[in-house]
């Protein structure tokens, strides 16, 4: 095996290996299709690299309208992938800008991030109680509109209503009313992380 050859073969397994990473079932090309595909693309850029395409290697030997199918298909995976990609940061960009506003709202009410995490009930049931208050707060116009307003509990109203003494929603005011904001607020993906923690 010359050098030229040594370098397609070890060009080829690297483009193997990126297909195996990089296939998804979702497109609707069989692997081998895709594999077929990425070899050829990583082989072209080679010989481009090379400047040996226009001399040695036409492309009419990759398949003349097969090449252009191919192309058209990998342009489809690979557009794919960069509005996967895109969505991704602006997911993460959207979250960001969330956190922003929620920690800018607590802030109205007294309460930062690193309250939460010491407020934060520890056992599993009293989490539970506390997020039933929370809800409790949201549902009710009245409950909610005195939150708003006095930027306090309205304890005194919930008496009976929670299956936890005052003492109890005093000692948990700060979660309950931060996970009150979340409920009431516009908050997609702390709303979402809500739903699957509870």
Known sequence: MDADQDDEVSIG?????????????????????????????????????????????????????????????????????????????????????EIKQYTKLLNNYGISFSDLVSCAPKHEDARLRAMEAARLIAEQEELRTH????????????????????KTLERQ???????TLIICGDFKFLQDYLKKSS
């Open 13 to 97: 397994m690297l483009a193997v290996d990126q297909a195996i990473d990089t296939y998804k079932t979702e497109g609707g090309t069989s692997f081998f299709n895709y594999a077929e595909i990425v070899i050829k693309r990583r082989l072209i850029d080679h010989y481009r690299r090379e400047q040996r395409l226009s001399r040695a290697i036409p492309f009419s030997s990759f398949g003349g309208d097969q090449q252009a199918e191919n192309d058209g298909i990998l342009n489809q995976i690979e557009h794919h992938q960069a509005m996967m990609e895109f969505q991704k940061k602006q997911e993460s960009s959207d979250r960001r800008e």
């Open 173 to 179: 005011r700060k979660y309950i009313i931060a996970m």
């Open 147 to 166: 939150l708003e307003l006095k930027k306090e509990l309205p304890l005194k109203q919930m008496a009976g209503l929670v299956k936890v003494s005052r």
